[in-house]
């Protein structure tokens, strides 16, 4: 089992440097999607670790967007994250930010979902749901293809992660909307 802090100091520190509800908003989404991997992917003895990981990895990004994932490693000791744990939070800017190359599957899985869950939930937003619970994998795939469409979302990210993984772009856009509809309602209960 993998060390990790208490989700509560987590948490805390994510707000301590994030104040936008859109940061808060992606960080409990990305902390539900890596739980919801490391169960599909037989990780579950690890899901804190994979979740704890998801709710960090952005840490620095509100305050320091210059220094993301550099910033990173200062403020996750201030609650004495571990090594691996800091390495799997800086693997996510692998060749955009830092040069922190995801080793570990979990690694891998970040890299991949975290740009992914924002097109998802960009394409969620514009259903009459405004959910992901009806969302398929052939509409957002339009959304993908069409560049204009949230244009924040790097397509190269996505692709590279499902080559990273060895999926496909589809298998990677099914497992992470069904993740992130398994996460969706408490994400949406803890920002009211």
């Known amino acids: 089992m993998k060390a990790y802090p208490e989700r509560e100091t987590a948490l805390a520190l994510l707000k301590t440097y994030n104040a936008e509800p859109f940061h808060i908003r992606h960080a409990l989404t990305v902390e539900g999607v890596m739980r919801w991997f490391a169960e599909d992917l037989g990780y579950g003895e690890d899901a804190g670790f994979w979740a704890a990981v998801g709710l960090l990895h952005d840490v620095d990004f509100e305050r320091w967007p210059e220094e993301h994932c550099k910033k990173a490693p200062e403020l996750l000791a201030e609650i004495g994250c571990t090594e691996e744990l800091i390495h799997a939070v800086c693997s996510h800017g692998y060749g955009l930010c830092c040069d922190v190359e995801p080793v570990h599957e979990m690694e891998k899985v970040l890299f991949a979902a975290d740009e992914l869950t924002g097109l998802i939930d960009a394409a969620s937003r514009m259903r009459p749901s405004r959910s992901c619970q009806d969302l398929e994998v052939s509409s957002l795939k339009k959304k993908f293809k069409d560049k ?45």
């Open 148 to 192: 204009k469409f949230a244009a924040g979302c790097s397509r190269d990210v996505i692709r590279e992660g499902a080559e990273k993984l060895g999926w496909t772009l589809e298998e990677l856009m099914e497992k992470t909307i069904l993740a992130q509809r398994s996460c969706e309602a408490a994400v949406h209960e803890a920002l009211e």
